[in-house]
């Protein structure tokens, strides 16, 4: 395990409207919509695109 210090980041927890995405080493952080879908799309196990879709209830 590699405990070097720029392999670690911080995230805030009471954040509900967040999901945040590890890629090559980096820290994406994605909004998430009010209402809607979030989709993750992976290819080998690596995130290749990542879909926001919005919606409106009435």
């Known amino acids: 395990m590699n405990t070097n ?3 670690y980041a911080t995230i805030n927890l009471d954040e509900n409207n ?5 890629k090559n080493g980096e ?11 979030a989709t993750v799309t992976t ?5 290749v ?5 919005t919606s409106k209830q009435v």
Do not use: A, C, F, W
Request: zero cysteines; glycine letters at 6%; hydrophobic letters at 30%.
């Open 18 to 22: 967040k999901m945040y995405l590890v």
């Open 49 to 53: 695109h990542l879909k926001t879709t």
């Open 5 to 7: 210090i720029s392999n």
């Open 43 to 47: 290819r080998d196990g690596e995130i």
């Open 27 to 37: 820290l994406i952080t994605q909004d998430l919509p009010e209402y809607g879908e």
